[in-house]
């Protein structure tokens, strides 16, 4: 099993925490590195990799399913977001105007650590370099109107990612959920994911190649709700921390 640590990715290069002690990362993240002098805790984060894909997976707990009326899928359902979308822990999510309703969805991302290409299940989670947290911000009215993802999931600003990446978790039982203004409205665990990560990434690189530092993220749980301005919203995931985003209208 990979040793559990803490990546942050800061201004000044990736920061490592082993054991509450804070070293910058040396080397190249997804090859060699080792740690090396010891820095103070990060203050300012970006978003942790910024990949080359974002792959959903929509409906992927039966609770949200049933809260969005729709039967459980026979298999993963996919969608692209644009790498574009993402932001940094602390970035506002913009409201665009004129779209209505505008949801949160709380996510555990999968971040892939070498190129994965037609893997087994058997396989599959030695491609994964860590974990971090994602909010699926989704346009739903859009999505209804649409009747496909790409603009209702695609506008600047819609992926938060981060705190960081948390390397040797095991994502059998994870604890997820989603916090507005301080107060849960998801909470759940990876042990309801319909496809579990094993599936979802042997599934995925059978269509498209899986690149370090893409992203896979894996479906949101029940209690999604919409967003507005002013508000601020927490994707907590056990193991690696809260990934905390304030929200404002475009203007
Ligand atoms: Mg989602």
Redesign the pocket.
């Known amino acids: 099993m990979t040793t559990m640590r803490r990546i942050f990715r800061t201004p000044a290069g990736y920061v490592v925490d082993a054991d509450g002690v804070y070293r910058t990362l040396e080397g190249d993240l997804f090859g060699e590195w080792h740690a090396g002098a010891e820095v103070p805790a990060p203050t300012t984060l970006l978003a942790p990799v910024m990949p080359s894909k974002i792959v959903?997976i929509?409906l992927n707990y039966k609770d949200h399913a049933a809260e969005q009326g729709k039967p459980l899928p026979a298999e993963p359902l996919l969608f692209l977001k644009p790498s574009s979308a993402i932001i940094a822990p602390g970035e506002a999510i913009v409201l665009p105007a004129g779209v209505g309703r505008v949801d949160y969805?709380s996510?555990v991302a999968v971040v892939i650590g070498r190129r994965a290409t037609k893997v087994s299940e058997a396989d599959a989670l030695s491609y994964v370099f860590g974990l971090t947290c994602m909010n699926?911000v989704?346009a739903r009215d859009l999505q209804k109107k649409d009747g496909r993802y790409t603009r209702a999931k695609g506008f600047d600003t819609f992926a938060p990612l981060g705190p960081c990446i948390a390397t040797g978790l095991s994502t059998d039982d994870l604890a997820v959920s989603g916090l507005l203004n301080g107060e849960v409205r998801q909470q759940s665990s990876t042990r309801e994911l319909i496809f579990p990560v094993a599936t979802l990434i042997a599934y995925i690189s059978r269509i498209m190649t899986l690149l370090p530092g893409d992203i896979v993220?894996t479906?949101?749980p029940a209690g999604i709700g919409p967003l507005q301005a002013g508000d601020e919203i927490v994707v907590r995931v056990q193991g690696i921390g809260e990934l905390r985003n304030p929200v404002r209208s475009d203007s």
Request: aromatic share 0%.
């Open positions: 959903c929509g969805e996510e699926d989704t993220s479906g949101t």
